[in-house]
């Protein structure tokens, strides 16, 4: 399993997972909307380590930037990405009874 260190967090990648699978799982924002290398929504600054592709992406890429969706992460890397919030409380809509 490879280590994939964030801005805010470190966590294993699975083996099988792909990095915005594994981002997801984690609790990172990251927008995305094709999956497959197309349109480059996910695009990440790749801060250090090595990424490699086995089809190069359709989306332009500039340097040291990564999509998530279909690298393949070859050892340890750091990458610009920060957690989403935790656990947002829900409101209990009960205790708020309107008298109209």
Do not use: W
């Not at 699975?14 to 609790?27: A, M, N, P, S, V």
């Not at 996910?42 to 990424?51: D, K, M, Q």
């Not at 359709?58 to 969706?69: F, H, K, T, W």
Request: charged share 25%.
């Amino acid at each position: 399993m490879t280590i994939i260190t964030t801005t805010d967090r470190s966590f294993q990648l699975l083996k099988g997972e792909t990095l915005l699978d594994g981002l997801e799982r984690t609790g990172h924002e990251v927008e995305y909307q094709c999956r497959s290398g197309y349109c480059g929504v996910c695009r990440l600054t790749l801060l250090a380590g090595e990424v490699s592709y086995d089809d190069p992406p359709l989306a332009y890429l500039g340097q040291s930037e990564i999509l998530p969706c279909c690298c393949k992460v070859n050892g340890p890397i750091r990458i610009e990405c920060r957690a989403g919030r935790q656990g947002e409380l829900p409101v209990d809509t009960d205790q708020y009874s309107l008298d109209l």
